[in-house]
């Protein structure tokens, strides 16, 4: 058995401990051909980003083995699954975040999906990382809220995210992840972020909507310890700067 050092897992707990602010890209295999997709993945090197998340809530002309493929050919970044379904497994990738849509109340989405993949990633030398998933609302409805037929968490309920972070962590979850979704009119705030980094130890993962240098600060000064950045990349590449100042300014 690897050591936590060794881990993914490991490392984010460790640079979180050290209050190393980290910087995910997700990557949607719908989104990116080859050519950009390595111009993509040596930009995500330059800018120090501490790792690479590949997967959507629907994949619909992307190829997730292609993807991961060319990643693991160009690019020396660790490679995270984040999938939206049983389906999206590839085992050349490095690990998986396994989520479980804690704030949903659609059995499939909390556990049905969960034993579907379970005997296909034991095949794997996948690291299979337990993760409590909370879609947070963001203004509109986004893809991920539609295909897991689950209410977001109100904005304005911050203590419901803490309290559903809180339960995550006492059934064994390893990291929490607030996730606005993909174009988000507005981020997770920082008062859920600051609120469930009161009641959880696990590693807090947020995402969607965070498109320019403050909305990340804010996020991290409220207790995020990775920050994930999607749309942004996809409709300005040049926003690799934003993330290269940020690293700058945190380190």
């Known amino acids: 058995m690897q050591e936590q050092s060794n881990t993914i897992i490991g490392d984010i707990k460790e640079k979180a401990l050290n209050k190393l602010p980290q910087i ?23 800018s120090e ?8 809530s629907l994949l619909t002309s992307g190829d997730l083995n292609a993807t991961v493929n060319t990643i693991k050919s160009n690019c020396n ?13 590839c085992s050349a990738a490095d690990g998986i975040l396994f989520l479980s849509l804690l704030s949903s109340r659609n059995p499939e989405m909390l556990i049905g999906q969960q034993v579907v993949a379970a005997p296909y990633l034991k095949k794997t030398k996948l690291e299979v990382i337990p993760t409590a ?28 995210a803490a309290s559903t972070a809180l339960a ?13 979704g993909s174009g988000a009119q507005h981020p997770v705030p920082t008062k859920m972020i600051q609120k469930v980094r009161e009641f959880t130890q696990n590693p807090i993962i947020v995402g ?9 600060q804010n996020a991290f000064n409220a207790g995020a310890d990775v920050i994930v ?15 290269k100042a940020i690293k700058t ?3």
């Open 77 to 89: 970044l660790k490679c995270l699954l984040f999938p939206g379904s049983a389906s999206q497994i």
């Open 208 to 216: 969607g909507g965070i498109n320019n240098q403050e909305a990340m």
């Open 49 to 56: 980003i501490d790792f690479l998340l590949v997967g959507g």
């Open 249 to 251: 300014r945190n380190a």
């Open 133 to 160: 998933y909370l879609i947070v609302e963001s203004g509109k409805q986004t893809t991920a809220s539609y295909i897991s037929n689950s209410n977001p968490i109100p904005a304005d309920k911050a203590e419901i």
């Open 168 to 180: 995550g962590e006492y059934m064994g979850m390893a990291i929490t992840y607030l996730d606005a």
């Open 229 to 243: 950045i999607g749309t942004a990349m996809e409709e300005n590449p040049a926003f690799i700067q934003e993330i």
């Open 24 to 46: 995910a890209l997700l990557i949607d295999p719908d989104k990116l051909d080859e050519p950009a997709l390595i111009s993509v993945c040596k930009s995500a090197e330059d």
